[in-house]
């Protein structure tokens, strides 16, 4: 069973920039994509960015295009959510997704991790 692992997020005030971090726990060359997704309180799961692992296409929501940066690391089956000019709505708890099965970036994950929150003080 695959597991993924988050790290790095925490409280920041707004402007600020937090990076969060995807560990995966086997390798990542064997996923068709990576992507975030972030879900805030009363609210539906919502897609933030996705990267493909074979050929680095990213796709971002609107929302955080020109803030956000996804990246990845294969040697260490690893992915990257750079966070910048971050927003009191950036406020959730962001979670990472993996697909193995060719598909749309924004949705169609089968793999998940638990989760880390991200809150943005104004």
């Known amino acids: 069973q695959v597991q993924l692992v988050e790290s790095g997020g925490g409280l920041v005030q707004a402007g600020g920039s937090l990076r969060l971090s995807c560990a995966a726990s086997?390798?990542?060359?064997?996923?068709?994509?990576m992507g975030w997704f972030r879900q805030a309180p009363g609210k539906e799961r919502e897609f933030v960015a996705a990267?493909?692992?074979?050929?680095?296409?990213?796709e971002y929501a609107d929302s955080v295009k020109g803030r956000f940066s996804i990246s990845k690391d294969n040697r260490q089956n690893t992915v990257y959510l750079q966070m910048n000019s971050l927003k009191p709505e950036d406020t959730a708890v962001y979670f990472c997704?993996?697909?193995?099965?060719?598909?749309?970036?924004?949705?169609?994950?089968?793999?998940w991790g638990q989760g880390t929150q991200v809150t943005v003080s104004s």
């Open positions: 086997e390798r990542t060359d064997s996923f068709f994509a």
């Open positions: 990267i493909r692992w074979m050929t680095p296409t990213t």
């Open positions: 997704a993996a697909r193995n099965t060719i598909g749309p970036m924004t949705r169609g994950y089968y793999y």
